[in-house]
Every structure is written in structure tokens, then in C-alpha cells.
Nanobody
Framework: QVQLVGSGGGLVQAGGSLGLSCAAS????????MGWYRQAPGQKRDLVAQ???????DYADSVRGRFTISRDNAKNTVYLQMNSLKPEDTAVYYC???????????????WGQGTQVTVSS
């Protein structure tokens, strides 16, 4: 069984920084793309940043230049460093990953449990 477990987040003042991490565990053959999404109350879940196996990255316009996504393939972990945080960054942040489980010739999308990030003004 494969699962993603996220950590980090919390409460920070505007202009501050926070870091998130998310580790994949279980019977994993390979991990393709990994990413972070966020969902504010009453809003849909939106892509924040994503990273390929090779390290190519893409960001939402609203976070580009402030957030940095990275991954450690040896640890099956994806990170999100968030700097210069704004109140509008307040949301539940979810990690996701495209994973091929061991012994199964199919790639599935897995989601972490979500972690709250609150930025006060």
C-alpha cells in the first residue's frame, strides 16, 4: 500500500516563511511527477507547484519567485519552501505524486492528507 504523508505548515505572519514536506512510503516501484496543490475555503483545489523526476519545475503565477519546490528522490520526498507569505496564501496544502506501485504496471495519483497554512496580516 502506498501513502503520502505531509508535514509542516502552521501559522505565520505576513512576510514570513514556512516549509512543507511530503514523503511517499509503501510498495513503490517508481515515482513520476510530484507536486503541491492548495485549497482555500469555498475555492477549488489549485496547482501551486510541480516537479518532474529530473527536477524541472513549474509554478502558479501567484507564487512564482516566492515558493520553491524540490524533491529528494532517494527519500521519496517532495518539499515546498514558502517565503514572503501573504494572507492570500492561506489554504490547506496538499501534496500529490504519480506513483507506480511495485508489481503493478499502472501509474496512480496519490494525495497527502493536507496541512493547514495560515498567514495573518
Amino acid at each position: 500500500q502506498v501513502q503520502l504523508v505531509g508535514s509542516g505548515g502552521g501559522l505565520v505572519q505576513a512576510g514570513g516563511s514556512l516549509g512543507l514536506s511530503c514523503a511517499a512510503s509503501g510498495s513503490i516501484f517508481s515515482i513520476k511527477g510530484m507536486g503541491w496543490y492548495r485549497q482555500a475555503p469555498g475555492q477549488k483545489r489549485d496547482l501551486v507547484a510541480q516537479i518532474t523526476t529530473g527536477g524541472s519545475t513549474d509554478y502558479a503565477d501567484s507564487v512564482r519567485g516566492r515558493f520553491t519546490i524540490s524533491r529528494d528522490n532517494a527519500k521519496n520526498t517532495v518539499y515546498l519552501q514558502m517565503n514572503s507569505l501573504k494572507p492570500e496564501d492561506t489554504a490547506v496544502y496538499y501534496c500529490n505524486a504519480a506513483i507506480q506501485p511495485l508489481g503493478i504496471p499502472t501509474v496512480y495519483i496519490y494525495w497527502g492528507q493536507g496541512t493547514q497554512v495560515t498567514v495573518s496580516s
